[in-house]
């Protein structure tokens, strides 16, 4: 959706490196969303925040870390921990206080080789 | 623990008839449910959403029915088009509180066939 900007569009690392995704809002919505989609897996929630300074594990958190220093960014770093790191990354916003509606960015395909 | 299912991976219809997509949960918190449309490679799109104090809600072709009691809601297309071509993910959510976040469904790809 417009106002969700997810950079780069396509990565490839090599295995036991760490890679960090972007993902930038000029909506000034507070909360701030990563999923990751596998063939046949749906989107998993990877971390989520709702505030600048705080965030939450999801569902699936073990080798990934992320920061929200700022309302607008909120990078994701794939690290050489992450056992299966290939997939698409999906960064998503949602303003809370007008709906519950969460909106994605376009994503970004992460191949480790 | 799977909490929102979809049990059918694929549908087919012709062009022009009724699209009719399926989702389950389990957990009973839920009280906020979307649909959205996803493309190869791109981010998913929000089609319709619908809060558990209502059983129906329509936008366009799109129509989503819940059902509480069964846990169970469905997403209508009348009529199906070839561009309405996609997988398609139901969401549910816990409204209220300070940890939002969306529980999906596996998708289902829908073919609509000219």
């Known amino acids: 959706d417009g106002g969700i900007t997810q950079s780069p569009k396509y990565l490839f690392r090599k295995e036991g490196q760490n890679v960090t995704l972007s993902c930038e809002q000029n909506?000034?919505?507070?909360?701030m969303y990563w999923y990751r989609q596998d063939p046949g897996q749906g989107l998993r929630l990877i971390y989520y925040?709702?505030?600048?300074?705080?965030?939450q594990k999801g569902d699936i958190a073990e080798g990934y870390s992320v920061s929200r220093e700022k309302k607008e960014s909120f990078p994701l770093t794939v690290t050489s921990a992450q056992k299966n790191p290939t997939a698409f990354y999906l960064c998503?916003?949602?303003?809370?206080?007008?709906?519950?509606?969460?909106?994605f960015g376009e994503g970004s395909w992460l191949t480790v080789v | 623990d799977q909490q929102v299912k979809q049990n059918s991976p694929s549908l087919s219809v012709q062009e022009g008839r009724i699209s009719i997509l399926n989702c389950d949960y389990t957990n009973s918190m839920f009280d906020y449910f979307l649909w959205y449309k996803k493309y190869p490679a791109e981010g998913p799109t929000f089609l319709i959403s619908?809060?558990?104090?209502?059983d129906k809600n329509e936008d366009g072709r799109f129509t989503v029915f819940l059902n509480k009691s069964a846990k169970h809601l469905s997403l209508h297309i009348v009529p199906s088009q070839p561009g309405d071509s996609a997988v398609y993910f139901c969401?549910?959510?816990?409204?209220?509180?300070?940890?939002?976040?969306?529980?999906f469904g596996k998708g289902t790809l829908l073919t609509v066939n000219p």
């Open positions: 998503a916003i949602a303003d809370r206080t007008s709906s519950d509606t969460i909106y």
């Open positions: 969401a549910a959510s816990v409204r209220g509180g300070s940890n939002y976040k969306l529980t």
């Open positions: 909506l000034n919505h507070d909360a």
């Open positions: 925040s709702q505030i600048v300074n705080d965030f």
């Open positions: 619908i809060s558990s104090i209502k």
